[in-house]
Structures are given as C-alpha cells and as structure tokens.
C-alpha cells in the first residue's frame, strides 16, 4: 500500500510523492542530477553528504546495482526522491535493485515526484534545506529543519574520507588528500602505475612531505571550502615543494589557498554532460560535474591563469599557477559517471610529477 511522501522546505513549501516503505525523516540540502545513467555513483559519491539528490531521469536504477560502480563503501546520500524506483533491474551487471540497497543502510528514497516541478522550482528559488519524511506531519518536518545542519559553513569534508588502499607500483607514490574522494580517482592513478596513498585532512605539511611523494592530489568532497580553515593552511605551505592536482572541492581549496574567494551558487553543476571550454586550447570537453561553490573570478591574483570555463555561465572550471606545478579543475576528469573528454588531466599531472622528479635530481 502506497504512503504519503512529503519533501518541505523552511518557508512551508512542499512536494509530494508515494512510498511503498516507512523510513525516518531525513533533512538535507535539496539538489537535483541531470544525469540519465550512473546512478550508483551518484548515491555513493561522498561529495554527496548532506543533500537529499532530485533525480530527474524518469526511471532510477532500472539496470541495478554492481560493486564495481561504487564510489565509496556505502550511500552517501541523505535521501533521494525521483519519479519512478525500479525494484525489478534488468541487466547482466546487476548484483541487486538499488533500493534494496538503500533500504539496507536506511537511506530514505522515494518516488511519485514531479521531478519536472522540483528542478524549475530549484532553478527559479536555488538550492535550500528540505526535509523529507514519510506519513508525517508538515509541521513536525518543519521542526525538523530547525536543527538541520546548514551546507555554510559545513565542514563534514573533515570526516568524509574513507579510502582504503593497499597497492604498489613502479612509477612511484601519489598521495591523496582524502575529503570524500571517489574511488575512481584512484582507478585512474594505479591504472597509470603508481602507487596511492590515501591522506588524512588533519595531516601536516611536513607529515605529507616526509612520505616522499611524487605529487599531491586535493580530492573531491562535500560542504562549504571555506570551512577547512586548516586544510587549506597546509596546502599553503606545500606551493612549490611538490606538484599539486585539485578536483572539485580540492580546486575551490586550492584557489583559497591563493588568495582568491569561493561563493555559495544559487544552483550548483551536478550532472553528465555540462560543457566547458578549454581556454588553452580552444576545445570545448563534455564533462561530469557534482559541486555547489565557485571560485570568484574577480578575486583571482595575476598569477593565476583560468585555464577553463563553463559554457553553461561562465563560471570558472579550471586555474593553474602560472610559475608552479599546481593546477587545479572544477568538475570531475576521472568521468565516473560520464564522458572521457578529461582523462587527459591526469596524464597532464603525471608529466608535471616526472618534470619535478627530473629537477630534484639535477
């Protein structure tokens, strides 16, 4: 028998849909995904925490769920609501439906959405708090909201990491500072042989520097950048002993670290196929994109070239230290899920990492 679903925000306004299951009330930043496939990854990407994810593909999880998709150990999410769940998956890959996944760590899921209502009403107001619960008062949601955590100033990147890597390879060590990194960041690095070594926010300089590596790589992950007051001192007092690559939340980090400013946008880049242009080279990349900051164009000092753009708004997508191997891109060039337009960032990273060894040994 179907259930009331109801998903309201602090000023009363409301969306309704149906469940098939009870769950507890859930409050989160209320976001929405244009991506059509990549589900999995999506609901385990730790850049997720805190948000409740508006899928606007018709039919979620209708090709189930493989291990191999994930993106971390579990869901990250607070919730998901959508049109429609599929319990039934059909596909060779598929180990089991999604929302018997969900429904195994008690991640809050429901359909009978107008996902088409929720993304205009996103797109007119922005991004804000909700609270979605099941059979319940409104009343009683909006008390909930009262106590929620708000995405400004969340610092929940501080405890978001939770990579779990034992490997060795010939071309050396990689470390990652792990702020909700995504799995796949991983595959990209062992798969151009080296090895990773997963990095704890509250590391120091010189404990990062000691671990002889032969880059740093800022990794993704939820909240507000402004928050990691100390992350971002360390970093600082890494500019120029070792080469740095940032991705998403470790691009808005970087460019903190550089003196520039990040601001809260009013709807944020979550999706498969947002276009950017490369400045450098004149190409435009179809890209994957998750994050709900930007940097601050005019907040950039001269040493700092933006190296890409969003077609979408011109928002900042890409900056490099002009004098320094430190760059640094908005969206996400492991492209899990996504297109493979940016792959090439990596190897850009590994040439600067062998540019740096051949220095040190000069």
């Known amino acids: 028998m179907f259930k009331k679903t109801l998903l309201v925000n602090k000023h009363g306004d409301e969306f309704t849909g149906w469940s098939e299951y009870s769950f507890k009330p859930a409050t989160g930043e209320l976001i929405f995904n244009t991506a059509m496939t990549g ?5 385990s990407d730790p850049s997720y925490i805190n948000q409740i994810v508006t899928f606007t593909s018709s039919h979620v999880g209708n090709y189930g769920l493989s291990e191999v998709d994930f993106e971390s150990n579990k869901p990250k999410i607070e919730a998901a609501v959508g ?8 596909s060779w890959r598929s180990q089991k439906a999604l929302t018997s996944w969900l429904a195994e760590y008690e991640i ?21 708090m909700y ?17 929620a955590t708000n995405i400004l100033g969340d610092d929940s990147a501080l405890t978001a ?14 470390g990652i500072l792990d702020l909700g990194a995504k799995k796949s960041i991983v595959n990209v690095l062992e798969n151009l042989n080296y090895q990773v070594v997963a990095i704890k926010p509250d590391s120091s300089a010189e404990d990062i520097l000691s671990m002889n590596l032969k ?7 939820p909240g507000d950048p402004r928050s990691l007051i100390n992350v971002i001192k360390t970093i600082n007092n890494l500019i120029g002993k070792i080469p740095i690559f940032g991705i998403c939340l470790g691009h808005q980090i970087l460019a903190l670290t550089l003196g520039a400013k990040t601001k809260k946008m009013k709807l944020g880049h979550r999706g498969a196929n947002h276009p950017v242009k490369n400045l450098i080279k004149g190409n435009v990349e179809i890209t994957s994109q998750n994050h709900g900051f930007e940097v601050v164009k005019n907040s950039l000092s001269k040493n700092i070239q933006i190296t890409h753009q969003s077609l979408f708004d011109n928002s900042i997508e890409g900056i490099r230290l002009k004098n320094k191997p430190v760059f640094s891109v908005q969206y996400h060039p492991e492209s899990n899920p996504g297109p493979q337009d940016s792959v090439y960032l990596f190897e850009e990273f590994v040439r600067s990492m062998k540019k740096n060894a051949k220095k040190k040994r000069y």
Do not use: M, Q
Not at 83 to 90: G, K, Q, Y
Not at 131 to 143: C, H, P, R, S, T
Not at 161 to 174: R, T
């Open 39 to 43: 589900f999995v990854e999506i609901l």
């Open 161 to 174: 990491g939770n990579l779990d890597i034992s490997s060795n390879a010939p071309e050396g060590k990689v």
């Open 131 to 147: 609270a979605l619960g099941v059979d319940i008062d409104k009343n009683d949601l909006l008390e909930l909201l009262n106590s």
């Open 108 to 128: 809050p899921f429901s359909g009978g959405f107008d996902v088409r209502a929720i993304t205009k009403y996103l797109r007119e107001r922005g991004t804000s």
């Open 215 to 221: 880059g740093l790589l800022i990794s993704n992950g």
């Open 83 to 90: 049109n429609t769940f599929s319990h039934s998956p059909s």
